[in-house]
């Protein structure tokens, strides 16, 4: 986890059950969102979320009627709409807090999962601080600037989203980059190496994605 992450909003995905040990990567005084079956997972790490939001057609009946019986505000949606859950999810976690963090798989459909980090990546202009734990990697999404923490694993690889990232800084990384031109799609971020226990990314336009991928 980061220390940047106070009183976040706390988005479980639905889908394929996240890692058993995700529970300890939530920071306390969340509020907790559940997207569809994500409520499933939510149980099963001994959670109780303040909202269930979605279409509602991936939970398990006895998890619906759990979340009714323990009167958690239920936001359902039309199968037949624009945006998926977890977009919904996240349109109504940016009214709540400016600091978000996501629990999810990475077992599940591939298009669903990049919807999710695309969906991040389009959010992080408007929030503090946007960071996800799917599968076993940490994701940390930023406009500005981040702190990257060893903790979360020392091998980080840095992207550019959406488009064109300039003036790109890396600080206490064993290969540093100072104002740097990151186009969409390149990999000269990727695999690098924190040599200090935090470390530094920064953008002056564009947005950033830094993964941890063993994190867990």
């Known amino acids: 986890m980061t220390e940047d992450l ?3 909003v706390v988005l479980i995905c639905g889908g394929p059950a996240p890692d058993v040990k995700a ?3 939530i920071p306390t005084s969340s509020t907790l969102i559940a997207v569809d079956s994500g409520l499933d997972h939510a149980r099963s790490m001994q959670l109780k979320p303040d909202l269930l939001i979605g279409d509602l057609d991936s939970i398990s009946t006895s998890g619906l009627e759990w979340a009714y ?3 958690i505000e239920v936001r359902e949606f039309p199968s ?3 945006k998926s859950d977890f977009e919904l999810a996240l349109d109504y976690a940016r009214g709540v807090s400016s600091r978000l ?3 999810g798989s990475n077992s599940g459909r591939v298009d669903q999962l990049y919807g999710i980090i695309a969906s991040l990546a389009s959010a992080a202009p408007f929030l503090d601080s946007c960071h996800a734990l799917i599968g076993r990697a940490y994701f940390t999404f930023t406009s500005g600037e981040a702190n990257i923490y060893r903790k979360n694993g020392a091998t980080v690889s840095v992207f550019a989203m959406g488009g064109i990232a300039d003036s790109v ?3 206490g990384f ?3 980059l100072a104002e740097a031109t990151l186009p969409p799609g390149s990999t000269r971020g990727l695999s690098n190496e924190l040599s200090e226990d935090v470390g530094k990314i920064s953008v002056k336009s564009g947005i950033l994605v830094a993964i941890q991928p063993d994190s867990i």
Do not use: T
């Open 101 to 103: 963090f996501v629990i």
């Open 23 to 25: 529970i300890e990567y």
């Open 174 to 176: 064993r290969w540093e």
């Open 169 to 171: 800084s890396l600080q």
């Open 6 to 8: 106070q009183h976040p």
């Open 69 to 71: 019986k323990q009167e």
């Open 80 to 82: 037949d709409k624009d």
